[in-house]
């Protein structure tokens, strides 16, 4: 049947092709015999996109491509399908999708490496080319790790597309010798460790001007299509300023396996990861630096990493801010499979006063704490009493800077989201990244929406830091429909936390961060309850969530005090680090 397309293909009949591509998709919705092997067919899935190509059905011929690379990622025909989809909007992904698929040709199909070629000249005469990518590593110590890293780029990239400079930290092991074997690497030896942020300084310094940067852990392996599905990103449009990876063992939701996934089992699920997706990029307020691609020009306009988070930590944080400031946006790439190793021997006291610091620093610098406000709230999703392809309106009070209206929103596509927070320190982040976002002054007493405008209002750690809560909930009262639905999160001030903080007069690391975006909450778990009795609301449902990373740096001797003085049933709700509140109008 393939015979039948592509000679229908060959006389233009194209009406015909789609006749015979629909008999083989009905075939494989069916399940027969003949449909399972169709299904696993690369050819069938390149003639579908090359006729509706013709067809001039972007649609279907994305759909086409989408299916083919599940099965597989590696073929280079789907790049040059993807070259032609994406040239008539995008001729610079055009440009990347023709290189990787040279990459991918086999050394032995000499025709269609020239016809590729071909394709790649033109579009560089027409002034359509990307830069290539400047790997900028640093090294200390961990030869093996090193080796590992190197070989997976060279694996995995097109030598036309990279450069790799090392920067070596006085490693003391034996890997400035191994490094110094290589002929494919620029390599620099600095004579003391000079930290994190300054040798990667060294290092952009040191590459060719012009070329975008990489910044990547040595304790990484690339996958196969990691570096292109990052740089596909990062030229979706002008407005991207840098892209980052998805991993096994990393923080700030770009993790998808689990730090203990045996390398093996990484390795192939990034092989299979990376591939064409139809919601591949998701917009972020930060990126991990282990690994993030900086577009040159948008490095040009902010400066290269601030050396004050010396030796490290947050540097990445500051980079991603500056970045957002200079008007970018930070694209997660969830078709780029990094595998990371990660290490907990620097996991020492001296880590954790560096940890603080720089926090401190960052947070003087820019008076907000970007691990706070890139917080999201799951417990909004789990209490939603929505089905997930309901449709339905919402609104955020206390929604920062939007990432819970991001998890929202990818939960229930169908719904309509909206975000209402007060005028602080993070609205010119928050309309930056999530521009559905109403920032009120802390004076206003109306919120800004008609009566009855919504089905479900989610405050989120809002309500128990303002002034006159009760006369706010009448408000919120007035813009919630009948039967409609809150969702409260409310931060307790029993906390063991707070109540260590102020009988030892210690700081909390964590607390460092959170702190800075609103006061110390007041509000009791009764007086709450109280307030929404006084409002007419009617509560259905009380949960808490426990949080025992802030009941971990507790000193022994607050324990010894609080038991001293409470009941079982308040030592209890000290454990309490917030409750969760589902009432209705």
Avoid at 19 to 43: K, V
Avoid at 144 to 151: G, I, K, P, S
Avoid at 408 to 435: I, N, T, V
Wanted: glycine share 4%.
């Amino acid at each position: 049947m393939l015979e039948k397309i592509i000679a229908a293909l060959e006389m233009e009949d194209l009406s015909l092709a789609k006749q015979w591509m629909d008999t083989i998709d009905l075939q494989i919705a069916e399940g027969t015999p003949e449909g399972i092997d169709f299904a696993r067919n690369d050819t069938f899935y390149i003639l579908k996109a090359e006729a509706y190509f013709r067809m001039h059905d972007r649609t279907s011929m994305y759909e086409s491509l989408l299916q083919g690379m599940e099965n597989n990622p590696m073929n280079y025909e789907y790049y040059v399908l993807l070259s032609e989809y994406y040239y008539s909007e995008n001729p610079i992904l055009s440009y990347l999708c023709l290189e990787n698929a040279l990459f991918h040709c086999p050394e032995e199909n000499t025709e269609d490496q020239d016809s590729i070629q071909s394709e790649l000249d033109r579009l560089i005469a027409d002034g359509y080319q990307v830069p290539k990518t400047s790997f900028i590593i640093l090294s200390y110590q961990h030869p093996d790790l090193m080796q590992n890293c190197l070989e997976s780029i060279r694996r995995t990239t097109p030598v036309s597309a990279r450069e790799i400079v090392i920067v070596d930290n006085a490693s003391t092991d034996g890997v400035v010798d191994y490094l110094k074997a290589q002929d494919d690497i620029v390599l620099i030896c600095n004579q003391e460790n000079t930290g994190f942020p300054r040798g990667c300084n060294i290092g952009m310094e040191a590459a060719t001007p012009g070329n975008d940067i990489y910044l990547l852990n040595n304790d990484t392996q690339l996958t196969e299509n990691s570096l292109f599905w990052l740089r596909m990103g990062l030229y979706q449009s002008k407005k991207v300023g840098a892209t980052g990876s998805v991993s096994n063992n990393i923080s700030n939701y770009q993790n998808v396996l689990t730090p203990e996934t045996p390398l093996e089992e990484c390795l192939e699920f990034g092989k299979q990861n990376n591939r064409l997706l139809p919601d591949a990029y998701r917009k972020m307020p930060r990126l991990i630096g282990f690994s993030m691609l900086i577009k040159h020009s948008v490095l040009l306009e902010i400066g290269l990493l601030d050396e004050n988070y010396t030796p490290g930590n947050y540097e990445d944080d500051d980079l991603s801010i500056r970045i957002q400031y200079a008007g970018y946006e930070l694209y997660l790439c969830k078709n780029s499979f990094v595998y990371h190793v990660g290490s907990a021997s620097f996991k020492n006291d001296n880590y954790q006063r560096i940890l603080q610091r720089n926090r401190k620093y960052f947070i003087n610098k820019w008076g907000i704490s970007l691990e706070t406000l890139s917080l999201k709230t799951y417990e909004h999703v789990s209490m939603t009493p929505f089905p997930q392809e309901a449709r339905f309106h919402a609104l955020e009070i206390g929604a920062k800077i939007g990432s819970n209206l991001q998890l929202l929103q990818e939960y229930y596509p169908h719904a309509s989201f909206q975000g209402l927070d007060q005028e602080k320190r993070f609205s010119k982040l928050g309309k930056l990244f999530s521009p559905e976002i109403t920032y009120i002054k802390e004076s206003d007493d109306i919120l800004p929406y008609p009566d009855s405008s919504f089905d479900i209002i989610y405050i989120t750690e809002f309500l128990e830091f303002i002034n006159f809560p009760e006369k706010f909930l009448r408000e919120v009262k007035r813009i919630l429909k009948p039967e409609g639905h809150l969702l409260f999160c409310i931060r307790n001030p029993r906390n063991i936390a707070y109540l260590g903080e102020l009988l030892t007069g210690k700081r909390n690391i964590y607390l460092d961060a959170i702190q800075t975006d609103r006061c110390t909450p007041k509000l009791l778990r009764s007086e709450i309850e109280e307030q929404l009795q006084l409002a007419d609301l009617k509560i259905l449902d009380i949960s808490l969530k426990e949080n025992v990373i802030l009941e971990a740096a507790i000193d022994e001797s607050v324990y010894q005090l609080i038991e001293t003085h409470m009941t079982y049933q308040d030592i209890t709700e000290l454990r309490v680090f917030q409750y969760f509140i589902h009432a209705q109008k």
